[in-house]
Nanobody
Framework: QVQLVESGGGSVQAGDSLRLSCAAS????????IAWFRQAPGKEREFVAA????????SYVDSVKGRFTISRGNAKNTVDLQMNSLKPEDTAVYYC????????????????WGQGTPVTVSS
């Protein structure tokens, strides 16, 4: 069973930064691709960023390109999402997800999910 635990969410002002972490066993990150999704109230879950097992493939949704960076933590047991220049429209619950095989942007393709961490950006 894959267990993903997100942390790092909070309430910030527009323009501020936050760093989210997705923690799991090292085996998880050497087996599964990892993605971050987000879901705002009343909206569908939205792809944010993904990183492949070998780090050879990284992708972002257009709305966060240049502001967000997905990477592996130094201890290799986390995948982090560095979020800079936050905007009110980034407000959502952020979820970490894992999937074996090809990375996709459709939430229905992802197998394992964390419980989510909330991010609120005030103007």
């Amino acid at each position: 069973q894959v267990q993903l635990v997100e942390s790092g969410g909070g309430s910030v002002q527009a323009g501020d930064s936050l760093r989210l972490s997705c923690a799991a066993s090292r085996n998880t990150f050497t087996t599964y691709g990892i993605a971050w999704f987000r879901q705002a109230p009343g909206k569908e879950r939205e792809f944010v960023a993904a990183i492949s097992v070998s780090d050879s493939f990284i992708s972002y949704v257009d709305s966060v390109k240049g502001r967000f960076t997905i990477s592996r933590g130094n201890a290799k047991n986390t995948v982090d999402l560095q979020m800079n220049s936050l905007k009110p429209e980034d407000t959502a619950v952020y979820y970490c997800a894992a999937r074996y095989g090809t990375l996709t942007q459709y939430h229905g393709d992802w197998t394992f999910w964390g419980q989510g961490t909330p991010v609120t950006v005030s103007s």
